[in-house]
């Protein structure tokens, strides 16, 4: 395949896509307590701005141009520099987008269940999305490593918000699973790297990767382990455990954890180092694809099956979310380019979905007080907008057309067809996606089908029962609606993707 490199464009845009959810962040802190409008419009503008500017790359970026930006040197070959391409577009578009939803939303959630330390809680929100936006524009693995540990820190009061042992005890398996394999596993693989290479820069194509020719094979398979279970927040199993116990924080910061910030800057760190430090040449001369593609399959089916013993809705949400993310993965190790792209892609249409999916769960507790599957039988005939976004967005994990979720499903079987004439052992995986497609069934459309054609309980009529406020149902109805809409023209988000596959 001819690799065309890409024009390099010197451009400050980049600092100031960093510099204004910061700016934001800043604004909530210092008048967030004196006037609450203040606090949630600071957090609007800061989010609108942010779209805009990272929309306005999009078309150069398409056009062959790659942006980038160095702050300072550290060593010779290490640099704290930021860079926006095709791969890093993807995650940017999301963050940016979701971000505008997440805080009108969060406006009315926050409201509507008077919850305290909302100062706190819409300061570190932008943080996030700071640390965010600077792991999609990293041009390097330190820049990488120091924005990801950053994401960690600032959601850790996030996670943690209610202030009680519940909350106290999912903090701290989040903050100690994340640091712990970051510092163990991440740090050790970033010094060995830059000791075999010279440098921890990105190459500009996903083929060639970062190691000599001479490297020892071994070596290599060792530090691709390390980035596979270093970047945590990827939710592989074993590592998995703090996502379900982030699920005591409320719900705009879940609908965070799992769509717009925490396990995207997961699964997106992890897909950059796969493509760019180890590339598809090496993953492949090493037999290192389809061993991990299975792999990561087990975590599809198990997170699966757990999720449908579930009964409190956020815990089954939160076990989608770490089988979800696993198909992101196994798309990128098939190493083929229908396989890559329906990995890639899933990036955007599951962030899309999960957070439809979170922004309902916390509209039904507001309206209803409610946490069970076992409770919501009847009520979709008194929230039929919510549980009507709720089972698009279903659909949407499930696999089911038009919704976004299956163009993901649609590549990565053809995907997993074109690595099974290479490599007979892929062929295994069909079974995985289908089989897991019956367990998104499984768990997801009892719950559609109980809210709006099963009985109201007995003694219980729902008296008085409506929808949430508007400011969680628009932005909820917004996001379910992008979820249709790139499920029947998913171009905006291919185009990114094809890129990064042709190079």
């Known amino acids: 395949m001819e690799i065309i490199a890409p024009t390099i464009v010197n451009s400050s845009i980049l600092l100031w896509a960093l510099l204004i959810p910061l700016a934001g962040a800043l604004g909530v802190f210092l008048f967030g307590k004196e006037s609450p409008n203040f606090r949630e419009g600071s957090s609007i503008l800061a989010a609108v701005m942010l779209c805009c ?50 805080a009108f939303y969060s406006m009315g959630y926050m409201r509507g269940s008077n919850e305290h330390a909302q100062t706190r809680f819409n300061t570190c929100f932008a943080l996030a999305i700071f640390g965010a936006i600077g792991v999609a524009f990293s041009d390097n693995l330190f820049t990488m490593y120091l924005f990801y540990e950053f994401v960690s820190i600032t959601t850790y009061p996030l996670v943690a918000h209610h202030q009680d042992e519940e909350a106290f005890e999912g903090a701290k398996k989040y903050i100690v699973y994340l640091t712990t394999t970051a510092k163990g596993l991440l740090l050790p693989a970033m010094i060995l790297i830059y000791v075999i290479t010279g440098t921890l820069d990105f190459p ?196 089911a057309p038009p919704v976004a979720g299956f163009v993901t499903k649609w590549w990565l079987l053809v995907g997993t067809m074109e690595a099974s004439k290479i490599d007979p052992m892929a062929t295994g995986i069909i079974l995985i996606l289908l089989a897991s497609t019956l367990l998104n069934v499984a768990y997801f459309a009892p719950i559609t089908i109980k809210a709006f054609f099963g009985k109201d309980p007995e003694g219980e009529p729902y008296e008085g029962i409506k929808e949430a406020p508007l400011a969680m149902v628009i932005p909820l109805c917004i996001a379910c609606s992008i979820s249709v809409y790139i499920g029947i023209q998913p171009q905006f988000f291919m185009d990114l993707v094809v890129k990064v596959v042709t190079g």
């Open 53 to 102: 500017t990272v929309v306005s790359m999009r078309s150069a970026i398409l056009n062959g141009v790659m942006y980038q930006y160095q702050l300072f040197d550290i060593l010779p070959g290490v640099s704290l520099t930021l860079r926006a391409d095709a791969f890093s577009m993807i995650f940017a578009l999301i963050a940016s987008f979701l971000w505008i939803c997440a």
């Open 204 to 399: 500009t194509n996903i083929y060639q990767g970062m190691f000599p020719a001479d490297t020892e094979s071994w070596m290599v398979t060792m530090l691709f382990v390390f980035c596979l279970f270093g970047f945590a927040k990827n939710g592989v199993m074993p590592f998995h455990h703090w996502l379900p116990g982030a699920m005591v924080a409320p719900t705009p910061v879940s609908a965070l954890l799992h769509a717009v910030a925490v396990v995207k800057v997961g699964v997106f760190s992890t897909c950059r180092a796969f493509l760019y430090i180890f590339g598809v040449d090496t993953m492949d001369r090493l037999n290192l694809g389809i061993p991990t593609a299975y792999f990561v399959g087990f975590t599809i089916i198990m997170a699966s099956v757990i999720a449908l013993t579930k009964d409190n809705l956020k815990a089954r949400l939160a076990y989608s979310t770490v089988s979800q993310l696993s198909y992101i993965i196994l798309g990128v190790c098939l190493l083929t380019p229908h396989g890559m792209e329906g990995g890639l892609v899933h990036i955007a249409n599951h962030a899309f979905s999960k957070i439809t999916l979170f922004f309902c769960a916390g509209a039904i507790y507001i309206a209803t007080h409610k946490k069970n599957v076992s409770e919501l039988s009847g009520l979709g005939r008194k929230m039929p907008w919510t549980f009507g976004a709720f089972a698009i967005a279903s659909l949407s994990m499930i696999g």
